[in-house]
């Protein structure tokens, strides 16, 4: 992304819509999800100074009038949309600090023995074993064979927790031995922390602010937000652009402080 930033047109756009347009879509570049290369960071540091954001809403009688940046600067809109994962509740606290709850599971990659194709497309799926809470990813790109106990785990800080994973790996290996025999010994070759940022059910948030009309909340992606991103964002811009009843199951409403999983 920034490896051209005069020529990327995503940066381009975002800042002249933010300069000129007044309208705000905004590429942070702190996502822990993203590995920036060294020519990335170099680049990002060229950029100005306001879109390593650390952005808050300035409020003014019910509406925002702008976001600011850690360094003090604001840029002005009509409306906001916070879309910030497992970080949503660090800027909405009040909120939403005991509405979505943050926690820590793990993702682990196996390297399937050499030449064995029945760990990558097509002969294996994507799968869910909800009885035992495991889920997997065939091998895909050379990546390894992803499997991941698919419960919450212990309550996680985006910016301080522990990113080095491992704490599953005999569960699952002991898994694998059951169900995966011929990966029995396969080495691990890669394992991360998956945060999830759940709601009470599972499901996503996706409601205005009730305090600030112009300001939109989406999150709650836990570890079904990746594939649904694209839908989600044609719902959220259709319902900001041309308005629309928000789907009952979303609204901030229905977020209990209680944990109570039904949707995966
Ligand atoms: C290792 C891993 C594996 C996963 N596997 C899958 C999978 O297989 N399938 C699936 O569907 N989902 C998966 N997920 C979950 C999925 O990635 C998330 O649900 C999804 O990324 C949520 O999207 P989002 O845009 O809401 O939030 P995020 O992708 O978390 O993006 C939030 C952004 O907001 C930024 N931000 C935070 N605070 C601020 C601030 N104050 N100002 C400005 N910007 C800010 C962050 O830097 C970040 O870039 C996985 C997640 C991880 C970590």
Same mark, same amino acid.
Request: with cysteine.
């Given at each position: ?62 509406? #925002? ?5 850690? /360094? !003090? &600067?604001?840029?002005? +809109?009509?409306?906001? $949309?916070? @879309?910030? %994962? ?36 097509? #002969? ?5 074993? /909800? !009885? &035992?809470?495991?889920? +997997?990813?065939?091998? $895909?790109? @050379?990546? %390894? ?36 025999? #011929? ?57 900001? #652009? ?23």
């Amino acid at each position: 992304m920034f490896d051209d930033v005069a020529a990327s047109p995503y940066t381009v756009a975002t800042i002249e819509m933010c300069r000129t347009q007044h309208r705000c879509i905004l590429a942070p570049l702190s996502t822990r999800l993203e590995k920036p290369t060294p020519i990335a960071r170099a680049k990002a540091r060229n950029l100005p100074s306001w879109s390593r954001l650390l952005l808050l809403p300035v409020e003014d009688g019910g509406l #925002a009038t702008g976001v600011a940046t850690r /360094f !003090g &600067e604001r840029i002005g +809109g009509a409306v906001f $949309i916070f @879309a910030c %994962g497992p970080w949503l509740p660090k800027l909405f606290p009040d909120l939403l600090g005991d509405r979505i709850f943050v926690t820590r599971p793990e993702v682990l990659y196996f390297g399937p023995p050499a030449g064995d194709s029945r760990f990558a497309p097509p #002969a294996m799926p994507a799968w869910i074993d /909800f !009885g &035992e809470e495991l889920y +997997g990813i065939p091998d $895909i790109e @050379a990546r %390894g064979f992803k499997i991941s106990l698919d419960r919450h785990g212990a309550p996680f800080d985006p910016d301080t927790g522990d990113r080095v994973a491992g704490e599953t790996i005999a569960a699952v290996r002991a898994y694998m031995a059951r169900r995966f025999p #011929a990966l029995r010994d396969a080495p691990l070759v890669a394992a991360e922390v998956c945060q999830y940022e759940n709601t009470c059910n599972g499901d996503f948030l996706i409601d205005r602010h009730p305090g600030l009309e112009n300001v939109w909340l989406v999150g709650g992606g836990s570890g079904h937000g990746f594939k649904h991103g694209p839908v989600v964002g044609e719902y959220v811009a259709r319902l900001v #652009a041309e308005g629309g009843v928000i789907d009952e199951r979303f609204r901030l409403a229905t977020k209990e402080k209680v944990q109570q999983r039904a949707v995966y």
